[in-house]
Nanobody
Framework: EVQLVGSGGGLVQAGGSLRLSCAAS????????IGWFRQAPGKERGGGSC????????YYADSVKGRFTISSDNAKNTVYLQMNSLKPEDTAVYYC???????????????????WGQGTQVTVSS
């Protein structure tokens, strides 16, 4: 059974930084793509950052490119999302997600990912 446990959210001032962690279990980590998506009230889930555990290739939505960095520690089956230069519009619940890398056709699309963690709240104050 795929399990994803996200953590690291919190309250930060604009311009600050946070690091989210996603601990994964129940699948062969190297075969999967892991993503972080976010959802603000009344909005669709999006703003994704994605990493392929097999080769480390990454993808970022335009809204976070240059500010967020996704990385993985394959020995720990953990994916991190380093978020810098945070803005109030980054406020959302952040979810980690996993899918077999051959089943992810568009890393920006949350619907391509079949397994989800419980979400962690990130609040950026102005």
């Amino acid at each position: 059974e795929v399990q994803l446990v996200g953590s690291g959210g919190g309250l930060v001032q604009a311009g600050g930084s946070l690091r989210l962690s996603c601990a994964a279990s129940g699948f062969t980590f190297d075969d999967y793509a892991i993503g972080w998506f976010r959802q603000a009230p009344g909005k669709e889930r999006g703003g994704g950052s994605c990493i392929s555990s097999s080769d480390g290739s990454t993808y970022y939505a335009d809204s976070v490119k240059g500010r967020f960095t996704i990385s993985s520690d394959n020995a720990k089956n953990t994916v991190y999302l380093q978020m810098n230069s945070l803005k109030p519009e980054d406020t959302a619940v952040y979810y980690c997600a996993a899918e077999h890398r051959h089943m992810v056709f568009s890393p920006s699309r949350a619907a391509d990912f079949g397994s989800w963690g419980q979400g962690t709240q990130v609040t950026v104050s102005s």
